[in-house]
């Protein structure tokens, strides 16, 4: 089984040490760096390559949210999880808008911070309950982007790679088919769930069909 490279970033060493003690005996998962703030977090994976970011917040120098959003931009196979205290929905909706694919508070327990680590390394994302409450609550009373906004933030290709997923091609088959690379595809995919509040494939494709980008 492959090893889950993780990357630690806290500003509290207590934090980070707790955490990485926790994870030794949770094979597959293996932390293989710290860092105490952005800056160190963009120095380490300069040099390593990391699966997974488990990503604070509230930290000096650079804090996590502009962190994420810089990983996301220099290293689109990098997938970050916010592991933080903070549960207010306008940080929540900052960190997701910066690319996060996970949030998790930090009264998590180690089975769930394990599941989390596994589903986003496997191009999936993970939110706590209390987390996804908030995020549904948001949508029901009207204060989130409305759905109907979305097919044009969409970029073509995005809509392009939406439909062939709809159509249930594979990430391989649609990187064959339009000549880019199985990452270049895997990318878009997690750009779609972010930016559609899709929770999986499926989110993907009852979105396709509602607003008409693929027809029944």
Do not use: C, W
Request: hydrophobic share 40%.
């Amino acid at each position: 089984m492959k090893t889950i490279k993780v990357l630690l970033v806290d500003d509290h060493e207590l934090i980070r040490e707790g955490i990485k003690n926790s994870l030794i005996d949770h094979r597959p998962i293996q932390v293989i760096g710290e860092a105490q703030n952005g800056e160190e977090a963009l120095s380490f994976l300069d040099k390593n390559l990391v699966d997974v970011v488990l990503m604070d917040i509230s930290m000096p120098i650079m804090g996590g949210i502009t962190t994420t959003q810089e990983i996301v931009g220099k290293y689109p196979d990098v997938n970050v999880i916010i592991l933080t205290m903070h549960n207010e929905v306008s940080i929540i909706q900052e960190a997701l808008k910066a690319g996060a694919l996970g949030y998790l508070l930090k009264n998590t327990n180690i089975s769930e911070l394990k599941e989390a680590i596994t589903q986003v390394y496997n191009g999936g994302t993970y939110f706590s309950s209390e987390i996804s409450e908030k995020i549904m609550n948001q949508l029901i009373k009207g204060k989130a982007d409305r759905e109907s906004d979305y097919p044009a933030r969409l970029t073509k290709r995005e809509i392009e790679i939406l439909k062939l997923i709809s159509e249930e091609y594979s990430n391989q088959e649609i990187a064959e088919k339009l000549f880019i690379s199985h990452r270049t595809v895997d990318t878009h995919r997690r750009n779609l769930i972010q930016k559609l509040n899709a929770k999986n494939t499926a989110g993907l494709v009852k979105f396709a069909l509602k607003n008409k980008i693929i027809d029944v």
